[in-house]
């Protein structure tokens, strides 16, 4: 079973790791024959590493267009695994990085199907389904995912985020609190927490968490955020205008992030 993860599709290449090695086995004589079978076989192989070679080094540059060709006749060629699983792993995570997600999904489902240990593919294809809205699919990968590996921080995450999407507050609420319990310096954790926390009408446990994230990532504005409006709706609202501004600027750079705090602290009228 592969066990990698990904940060989301930015670590592919550390996923894509582990496979190549794999699938380059220390090399051995070519035995000589004329058999028409076997000859065919011998370039397919040949062409099947060439175009790794070449797809794995173009993801590596962050040519994903230059990738996609190269993994599509890979997969086309139907090689055995643990190339067959990589390489529709590869093309989806090309895909992905392209905008075309409803490509990515069908592959990434195929590299688990050939691979049904493949997390590496499960945490990314509940990233590729959140982004398309299917929560249904991205449910069921994660509540997969978490079954194979009941303790592994990249699952309670990931289902922790589809749990928060979906409404199902109390599963959010443990599996972030499981998170945490084992590495309570997850600032984002801590915020996502505080998100499961407010959906529960949990105030006070909200806040705690938000404090929390921004003790760890000062500068994080989204939980700063979502502090203000904590401190809002409990009439601290001289507080929550400061929070408001510091969050308008510290989100620089996320013009929708920036306007709205500016809107919210310019209806707290100044005392």
Not at 207 to 224: G, I, V
Request: proline residues 4%; aromatic residues 6%; hydrophobic residues 45%.
């Amino acid at each position: 079973m592969r066990i990698g993860f990904a940060l989301a599709l930015a670590a592919s290449v550390a996923c894509t790791g582990f496979a190549r090695a794999q699938m380059y086995p220390t090399p051995h004589p070519v035995r000589r024959t004329t058999d028409a079978t076997a000859l065919h076989a011998q370039a397919m192989r040949r062409e099947v590493t060439e175009r790794f070679t070449i797809g794995l080094d173009a993801e590596e540059r962050g040519r994903w267009d230059r990738a996609i060709p190269e993994f599509e006749r890979i997969v086309a060629l139907a090689p055995a695994e643990p190339q067959g699983s990589t390489a529709h792993y590869d093309l989806a995570l090309a895909y992905a990085h392209v905008g075309r997600d409803d490509d990515a999904s069908p592959h990434l489902h195929a590299a688990i199907a050939l691979d049904p240990g493949f997390l590496a593919a499960m945490a990314n294809l509940i990233s590729v389904d959140l982004r398309r809205g299917d929560l249904a699919d991205a449910r069921a990968t994660a509540d997969r995912f978490l079954g194979i590996a009941p303790d592994s921080a990249r699952a309670l995450y990931s289902r922790g985020i589809v749990a928060l999407a979906t409404g199902d507050s109390k599963t959010a609420q443990t599996d972030f609190g499981r998170l945490l319990a084992s590495d309570p310096s997850y600032a984002v954790a801590h915020y996502d927490l505080g998100l499961a926390e407010l959906q529960l009408g949990r105030t006070t446990d909200a806040q705690r968490e938000f404090a929390a994230s921004l003790d760890l990532s000062p500068t994080y504005a989204r939980a700063r955020f979502a502090l203000a409006t904590v401190l809002l709706r409990t009439g601290k609202r001289i507080e929550a205008r400061a929070a408001f501004e510091r969050a308008a600027h510290d989100a620089d750079g996320d013009t929708a992030l920036v306007n709205l705090a500016l809107s919210m602290r310019n209806a707290i009228a100044p005392e």
